[in-house]
């Protein structure tokens, strides 16, 4: 492996950089197409937790959108983040407030498999979160496919290994 | 010419395009194909009006003169067209739908049931109480007319999500005005 390395000549190494650049760069271009189609700012989330079973469980992986045009619904799944928290959130909306004069919406949320709502879970004696809140609904749904994520977040070294494996094969990869 | 490196690549990236190919049109089956729709029916057997401070879901709701919706209500719902191959579980919810001055659209969910196959997909069920809190934006009644109907979500195991209502089991009450009863 390494003496190919050695082997190539320093334009076929320029070659092999310019290609990784193109497949990092591919991989944004179809990522923010996808944000501006679905007008989510992150159209593919993987489920954290379990307060959705058994309709989603940790490590599946959900297809959002967020139509300017198309209000929330009752009964939709919302990805939501509460301001200062960094961690979204994925419940099911289950009250609704539609404000006349300004067209605001005043959502209330809930897990499938929690016993109370999310007001527990919003910041202190806030009751309500609106639509600047919700990232995206759930419109799609792939069992067990986020589990890679997950795995390379619970250990970071998987990463590392996982990219250096992957760099050193697109540099001596030679069609 | 080929080394062991390179047929393990090539396989692997044949069976992943594969598989994703396979969920693909799985997944375009479902969405042509639809779920159908379940023959649902609510009727209203009772509704009272409460003033309190905590609600059903022990929320601090900050006054005691927050009005709280008590509901009875009967649910015949069929869900078993809904169930085919490419179903994981459907979210049944018994919805209140009502208009005020000041909001135009309100949707409060008063009884939900995940149900994961097609033999407890029968509902018949009579004098149920609403397992939400049913109170108003304002945290106030007054002779609102408001709709009572059955709607559902569809889970597949792999694909969209479609969701869908029963229009006809759509059924109209009041909430009468809070009165209360030490007479002074």
Redesign the interface.
């Known amino acids: 492996m390494f003496e190919e390395l050695r082997r190539l000549n320093k334009r076929q190494v320029a070659l092999q950089v310019l290609n990784i650049l193109m497949v990092l760069t591919s991989a944004l271009m179809i990522w923010k197409g996808l944000a501006l189609a679905t007008n989510s700012e992150s159209p593919i989330v993987v489920v954290l937790s379990g307060s959705m079973e058994?309709?989603?469980h940790r490590g599946d992986l959900l297809l959002l959108a967020n139509p300017a045009s198309q209000?929330v619904?009752?009964?939709d799944?919302c990805v939501f983040q509460i301001p200062h928290r960094d961690i979204p959130i994925v419940h099911?909306v289950?009250?609704?407030?539609?404000?006349?004069?300004t067209g605001k919406q005043?959502l209330l949320t809930k897990g499938?498999n929690n016993n109370?709502?999310d007001?527990g879970l919003y910041n202190a004696r806030q009751m309500w979160i609106n639509k600047e809140h919700v990232v995206g609904r759930?419109?799609?749904?792939?069992?067990y496919v986020g589990m890679v994520t997950i795995l390379m977040n619970d250990y970071p070294q998987l990463k590392y290994v996982m990219l250096g494996v992957l760099g050193l094969?697109v540099l001596i990869h030679r069609e | 010419m080929h080394n062991l490196q390179q047929r393990l690549s090539a396989t692997f990236s044949f069976a992943v395009s594969a598989l994703f190919t396979v969920l693909g049109v799985v997944a375009a089956i479902s969405w042509v194909t639809g779920y159908g729709t379940a023959a649902t029916k609510v009727n209203v057997r009772d509704i009272r009006v409460i003033q309190s401070r905590y609600g059903p879901d022990y929320f601090d709701y900050g006054r005691k003169t927050s009005e709280f919706g008590m509901l009875k209500f009967d649910i015949d719902a069929d869900l078993t067209p809904l169930f085919n191959w490419n179903t994981k579980q459907v979210f049944v919810t018994v919805v209140a739908e009502y208009e005020t001055k000041t909001h135009n659209k309100n949707q409060v969910v008063v009884w939900d049931k995940i149900i994961r196959d097609k033999d407890s997909a029968k509902i018949n069920l009579r004098k149920v109480s609403n397992k939400y809190a049913l109170i108003d934006f304002s945290q106030k009644w007054r002779n609102q007319v408001a709709n009572l109907s059955v709607h559902w979500d569809v889970t597949p195991h792999v694909g969209i999500l479609q969701n869908g209502r029963g229009d006809t089991s759509s059924v109209k009450f009041t909430f009468p005005k809070f009165e209360s009863s030490g007479g002074r």
């Open positions: 058994p309709a989603f209000p619904q009752v009964g799944i099911r289950i009250k609704l407030h539609d404000e006349a004069k005043f499938d109370v709502d007001r759930v419109r799609g749904f792939m069992p094969f």
